[in-house]
């Protein structure tokens, strides 16, 4: 039945269940470098200098959230032995026959991709893969790290972890079990393994974060450890304690990593992991608040942990913003609304955090055949203007994937919209968000049961997209070429367990596509997939516009018109649009010499939005700072930068003589 349990806790764990459940509860450019003298033109002499001179609260609940409403993992295994369980998933034994439709896939969508076989590792009829996560290098787009439960148990947590690594791209994955984890797997500390997460440091880094459950003395006792390669994943560390449960009674469950990438950043590396602490050590009341700690030297030290939110909330996020701080967004089961997402922001990232914020109040939605994460949002963040991006499942009129965005770091959020188009109200559920570099390209992925014959077992991914920041959104994409049997997935006491959450990863640029993982059915025990989608609009100032400033600053023209410049760092907002930097505060010289003057020559080089292709850049030159004249790169190019979401542009001009001043500019190509 359980091969790698060691131990049935039935006593104490009742104890524990009884005690929860009474105790209440193109930029066009420059390739070509049209340089037409017409449109905004910015001045720069300032900082570029002369050719030559190069410088260059909640009323207490009175029930406690039933069983099933929380999470997976660990606290599932508070119920083992009880009979809220019920029987592991029988396996068809030819699966094919019962296979339904092959879908026409849109051409941005890749192909399906197997993330390998079973490891030989699962005992026999447990191989079911679950709840899957994926990252990305920041420096090499193919670099894929994906993770995922492997040998799901019905009652909670699975055998182990697994990962996969991609180094092409996502054509072909390596695939094993997260090493020193598990004991019967090979000789680990720890019992079962769930609730993976993965990340990829700026420095290519390679991080596992995991939630570790082996028998403690009265329970089961949880362990959040994070297992990390510092040589692109050829090996794994031991798993490093992130933090352990000081007693049985207190259950550590539904962790979340934020890596900080954002170079300059006051936190810059820090890792922050957010989980739920089930607490039952007062005999009165059980609680169960989100908690946060966080580690400045790559996971070997801890902050002490702090609770952040009111006492019984779920499904945590962490998000580092580019300013380093930190968003904290989760469940509240008890909000002054119901159920309600909020939001608690650490100024600096980690140690203090405001009160919590509401981002809005959801009708839950639970789906009938699947255990589904409906009360895990999912958030995400840019990575130059710092919007915040949410979406859940939820219902309103029927079951709905809800998305709703913050610029203001959580303190205003736009009224959430639905941005699946599912006919007939099916179910949908599992939502997940990423969001491109420069915030335009939305992409969430969910399960969609569009294609079900009415059994209720079939479901498909699906995506929603948005080009302009979410203010329009495409057609939904079928993104799965054929439909996942449920009935495949491990019964759980809440449904069958395909996880609680999947994930994708954002599109970078025009040639390194979104990634989406989730787990699926096709080859009779449920797998972990991928599928690529590339990325073919870009972003458009209008939208930018609209992330970057308030409603009442975008109509008002002397703030946000691509000329203006209400930051006074004389950067006009069209430049700080394709350059990716920050309108409301000044940014250090974005364009700078890149060789000295020599022979009459210099280049000058910078770095733009890749995405950016209602921009062209002009530029004209003075010897008095008061007549300008059109100036004319006798060189120009674009390539790659180091950043993948941005183009490296070097534009040479002979500067003649007398010496002149040089200004950069950009025009619109399409009306805002
Ligand atoms: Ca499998
Ligand atoms: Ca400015
Ligand atoms: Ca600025």
């Known amino acids: 039945m359980r091969p790698l349990a060691t131990r049935t806790l039935a006593t104490p764990t009742r104890r ?19 340089t037409r003298f017409a449109g905004i033109w910015l001045l720069f002499a300032a900082w570029l200098g002369v050719c030559g001179d190069v410088t260059g609260a909640a009323p207490a609940p009175a029930h406690f959230p039933r069983p099933d409403l929380l999470s997976s993992g660990g606290y599932a295994l508070l119920y083992a032995g009880t009979d809220t369980l019920q029987p592991a998933a029988a396996q068809p034994t030819n699966p094919r026959l019962a296979r339904p439709r092959l879908a026409a896939m849109d051409p941005k969508v890749g192909a399906n991709i197997r993330l390998g076989d079973d490891p030989a590792a699962l ?3 447990q191989l079911a893969q679950a709840e899957p996560h994926l990252a990305r290098s920041f420096t090499d787009t193919n670099l894929l790290l994906a993770t995922f439960q492997e040998g799901r148990f019905t009652d909670g947590g699975a055998v182990d972890c697994g990962y996969a690594l991609s180094r092409d791209g996502g054509q072909t994955w390596e695939r094993k079990l997260i090493p020193h984890l598990i004991d019967a797997v090979d000789g680990g500390p720890f019992t079962r393994a769930s609730d993976p997460v993965a990340g990829v440091g700026r420095d290519d880094t390679l991080y596992l974060n995991t939630l570790a459950i082996e028998p403690g003395t009265r329970d089961w006792h949880t362990t959040i450890v994070l297992s990390k390669s510092i040589d692109g994943g050829q090996t794994f560390s031991r798993p490093l304690t992130v933090v352990t449960s000081s007693t049985d009674l207190v259950m550590l469950d539904k962790q979340w990593m934020a890596l900080n990438t954002f170079a300059g950043s006051p936190t810059d590396g820090r890792i922050a992991v957010t989980y739920t602490r089930f607490d039952s050590t007062s005999p009165s009341i059980a609680i169960n608040p989100i908690a946060v700690t966080f580690s400045d030297d790559g996971g070997t ?26 968003a904290v967004l989760y469940w509240n089961f008890f909000g002054g609304a119901g159920d309600q997402i909020e939001m608690v922001h650490s100024p600096d990232g980690g140690t203090t955090f405001t009160a919590a914020r509401l981002v809005t109040a959801v009708t839950r939605f639970n789906d009938s055949v699947a255990r589904d994460g409906d009360f895990l949002p999912s958030a995400t963040t840019d990575r130059t203007l710092g919007v915040l991006y949410v979406v859940f499942q939820g219902w309103k009129g029927g079951p709905r994937i809800f998305f709703t965005r913050s610029r203001d770091q959580g303190q205003t959020w736009t009224t959430p919209v639905a941005v699946n188009d599912t006919p007939n109200n099916r179910s949908v559920f599992n939502a997940a968000v990423a969001v491109s570099p420069e915030g335009q390209h939305v992409s969430v992925v969910f399960y969609d049961k569009r294609h079900d014959d009415g059994s209720g077992k079939w479901v498909d991914l699906y995506l929603a997209e948005s080009f302009d920041g979410s203010n329009t959104w495409q057609p939904n994409l079928r993104l799965s070429t054929e439909s996942s049997d449920l009935t495949r997935a491990p019964l759980t006491s809440s449904g069958r367990m395909v996880g609680d959450y999947q994930a994708i990863v954002p599109a970078l640029n025009f040639n390194a596509p979104a990634f989406a993982i989730w787990v699926d059915t096709r080859d009779a025990t449920p797998d972990p997939y991928t599928v690529a989608i590339s990325r073919t609009q870009g972003s458009t100032y209008l939208a930018w516009r609209g992330l970057a400033f308030s409603a009442a600053e975008a109509a008002t023209p002397t703030i946000s018109s691509p000329a203006a410049d209400p930051d006074a760092d004389g950067l006009p907002n069209l430049l700080e649009y394709t350059l990716g ?13 890149l060789k000295p003057v020599v022979a009459g020559e210099f280049t000058l080089a910078f770095e733009d939005s890749a995405v950016a292709t209602d921009v062209e850049y002009v530029w004209r030159d003075s010897t008095d700072l008061v007549a300008w004249s059109e100036a004319v790169p006798t060189l120009s190019s674009a390539k790659p930068a180091a950043d993948p979401a941005k183009t490296r542009l070097e ?3 002979e500067t ?6 040089y200004s950069p500019g950009a025009r619109l190509l399409t009306a805002p």
């Open 301 to 326: 030290n801890w902050a002490a942990p702090r609770t952040i939110s009111s006492p019984y909330c779920q499904g945590s996020q962490p998000v580092f913003l580019p300013d380093g701080s930190l």
């Open 123 to 125: 005992p026999p009829g």
């Open 656 to 661: 003649g003589s007398p010496q002149r001043y």
């Open 651 to 653: 534009f040479t001009f």
């Open 16 to 34: 524990l269940c009884e005690l929860q459940l009474s105790s209440r509860p193109a930029a066009q450019l420059p390739g070509h470098c049209r």
């Open 581 to 593: 930097s920050w309108p409301n505060h000044t940014d250090p010289d974005p364009v700078r010499i």
